[in-house]
């Protein structure tokens, strides 16, 4: 059985910065894509990082680039998303998620998907 585990989430002001982590098991880690998405209430979840299985591509939307880094270590796999420079707009839940197709950033392309972890940055 699949599962993502998120962790690293919390309360933090303008400005400060929080690093994420997701431990899969049951999965090939190696072999996925992995992705971060968020999701605030009343919105719809947003595509926020990618990286390929080789942690050799990434890719981020502007709304986030310059400030989040996503990293992964296969060997203990795991995915991390390190968010700089935060901003209240940043609040809302963070998903991890893996997927067998490359450079997608579309959450329909995502099959597994953790439980979220809480953000709040407060201004």
């Known amino acids: 059985q699949v599962q993502l585990v998120e962790s690293g989430g919390g309360l933090v002001q303008t400005g400060g910065s929080l690093r994420l982590s997701c431990a899969d098991s049951?999965?090939?880690?190696?072999?996925?894509?992995m992705a971060w998405f968020r999701q605030a209430p009343g919105k719809e979840r947003e595509f926020v990082a990618r990286?390929?299985?080789?942690?050799?591509?990434?890719s981020y939307p502007n709304s986030v680039k310059g400030r989040f880094t996503v990293s992964r270590d296969n060997t203990k796999s795991t995915v991390y998303l390190q968010m700089n420079s935060l901003k209240p707009d940043d609040t809302a839940v963070y998903y991890c998620?893996?997927?067998?197709?490359?450079?997608?950033?579309?959450?329909?392309?995502?099959?597994?998907w953790g439980q979220g972890t809480q953000v709040t940055v407060s201004s």
């Open positions: 049951g999965l090939t880690f190696s072999s996925y894509t």
């Open positions: 990286i390929n299985y080789s942690g050799t591509s990434t």
């Open positions: 998620a893996a997927s067998q197709f490359s450079y997608v950033t579309s959450p329909r392309d995502y099959r597994y």
